[in-house]
């Protein structure tokens, strides 16, 4: 009888036990480096080379390395400009299309080395890589695969001789590096050593990209690689700077043969933008976009960079659908950011910096249909808003459809609610709903499709109640690891003046504080 108790409690502590342990991955999971490029969330890339004294967006490769020549080129003020705009990092562009390389290489006599610049003894990518290490910024680097300039391209020692060789130079001397960033830019007319024709080449194996990027792998192994289809992250298929509304990290590339695998640079029949849902690899999105028009420094495009309200629009819809934000920066012939773009991006800050200072759910008494085991120390509401992205409310494997009430010390007003999922886990839930208790009923205010490593809602318009509710629906169990309620700063934003089709007024302000109205 005796045995027979025992053999029974030890059971119960068994199925207790099993209820406690982590749910079980869901899908393809991130890497180590693809956490770390996640965690960025905001960054920028740096076009500062030949085609800024030229006044070109792609150089043609027969630029005299004379001609470049920046009388105050200045790292610290251009990483400087970055940080203060809540980047976490820049990629720097150390050799554009036109082959032009900023660091003295080996591999051409197009570099640094033959310019005026510091009487030839120049590095600009050293001293990128000193300012972020000054900084507390993170550095990646943009090399092209295309060079307009040398006079081998298109034939296979270019890769071997050139191109690889200039990675390598790189990866030894400017780490350590998040990113290596490479462009679908290949093949086209250049000057080609004064051969001044076209070569074509078949981008999807001319680099030979498994070979590539096992030099990245190996010299720079916490390095995501950004290409148009991977491996690590994925181009989102704009240079507009947003993802779409439902944005998953997972993706499945469409090959032009049966069981291609990505990672060879090429598009076809793209799908970037949302990703595929359970895809084959985790692959998630970076959005690009210029800060100005074009992605040189132009002086006719001075006034013409975007503002910060658009800026902030543009966080919501990349680092808010779970995707990176890639923000491209332009010095000028001097060597540093116009003191208008760098205004733009500290205000643009200071905005983003405002509105996530204080997250107005901290305090609140949250309720849930179902903690995972009834283990609430491991499982439970609490991990919600302690900063950590990867601790996590979970439920039980049958429960897939759960529910959150969040009753808040005190009434409050918010526009932006916050979401994550702990992606070690993979990105798993499929919908969200959330409710605010007014007038003594529930009233939808909000919903989305995907969540993934971040989800930020930003409403058209403030709600104020002392109660939220959250509806969650998953293919597996849940695994939340933030919910957050923010209230953006309205005086940051001043209102303006549209009209519709029909010349309608409407009034409202870009940071959507004002609630729409016609006047």
Known sequence: MKNTIIAFLLSLSSIAALGQTAPKPYGVLPTRRQLHWQETEMYGIVHFSMATFTDKEWGYGDESPRIFNPKHFSALQIVGAAKAGGLKGVIVVAKHHDGFCLWPTKTTDHNIGKSPFKNGHGDVVKEYQLACQKLGMKLGIYCSPWDRNSPIYGKAEYVTDVYRKQLKELYSKYGPLFISWHDGANGGDGYYGGSRDVRKIDRSSYYGWDTTWAITRKMQPGASIFGDVGPDVRWVGNEEGHAGETCWATYTPHAPEKGKKPGNGFVLDYQGTEGTRGGEFWMPAECDVPLRPGWFYHKSQDGQSKSADQLVDLYYKSVGRAACLDLGLSPDKSGQLSSPDANILKQFGQIINKTFADNLAAGATFTASNVRGNNSLK???????????????????????????????????????????????????????IDAWQNGKWTRIAGASSIGANRLIRLPQAVSCSKVRLRVSSPVCIALSDFGLFKEPADLAAPVITRDKRGTAFRYSLLHILDFRAV
């Open 379 to 433: 499982y439970g509401t609490a991990r919600l808003t302690d900063n950590d992205r990867y601790s996590y409310w979970a439920t039980d494997d049958s429960v897939t459809k759960a529910q959150l009430i969040i009753n808040l010390p005190a009434p409050k007003t918010f526009n932006v609610i916050r979401l994550r999922e702990n992606i070690k886990l993979g990105q798993r839930i499929d919908s969200i709903g």
